[in-house]
């Protein structure tokens, strides 16, 4: 039968699974006491590291549903929980991994999905949540200028269309001329 506090400690990692965008898995032997806190600063305030016991996070783990993180857990494993942007927590890890050669990353899971070692660090490398979505949004912006600039060509096009149209009609006084004429003439 499992300790209290081991049963307690299970529960939290369960809350911090659940609370968190994201985890990040790393390997972290070799990682000197300072090298981790100088580790945990560099990561942000939405990031928390911590050192696992893999039999606590394997049961953490599967009572938070997600249970397909058991095989990253082989090894010494430490586990980033992201509250923040998963992506710019990402690259704050593999650019840490750089810095502390003994720091090597496991995997991920992100949005439902484990992702072994080399899909987590291709996260590193895509723009982080703010530059997409600016992206995007400059984006549409262009479709919309494009779309409106079409429509007022079509409006310039149809008014062309209509002063063409107007011009081919004779006006009110030039139609009532002949008739006039035709009246006079029936009358000789």
Not at 44 to 52: A, E, L, Y
Not at 145 to 172: D, H, N, T
Not at 177 to 186: L, N, Y
Request: glycine content about 8%; charged content about 30%; aromatic content about 4%.
């Amino acid at each position: 039968m499992p300790s209290p506090e081991k049963v307690e400690q299970v529960a939290r990692l369960k809350e911090r699974i659940s609370s968190s965008q994201a985890l990040l898995l790393a390997e972290y032997r070799g990682l000197s006491v300072q090298d981790a806190t100088e580790l945990r600063r560099s990561l942000g305030q939405d990031t928390r590291f911590s050192v696992v016991k893999n039999t606590l996070m394997r049961r953490a783990a599967g009572e938070a549903g997600v249970s397909e993180l058991e095989r990253l857990l082989e090894g010494p494993t430490a586990v980033a929980f992201v509250a923040g942007d998963p992506v710019a927590a990402a690259k704050r890890l593999v650019e840490a991994a750089k810095r502390f050669p003994a720091l090597g990353l496991k995997g991920a899971f992100v949005e439902g999905r484990v992702l072994g070692a080399d899909d987590a660090r291709g996260l590193a490398e895509l723009e982080s949540r703010d530059v997409m979505l600016s992206r995007l949004a400059g984006a549409l912006k262009a479709e919309m200028s494009r779309a409106a600039g079409m429509f007022q060509a079509l409006q310039g096009r149809f008014l062309s269309v209509l002063e063409a149209y107007k011009e081919k009609i004779p006006s009110g006084e030039e139609a009532e001329a002949p008739e006039a004429q035709t009246s006079e003439e029936g009358e000789e």
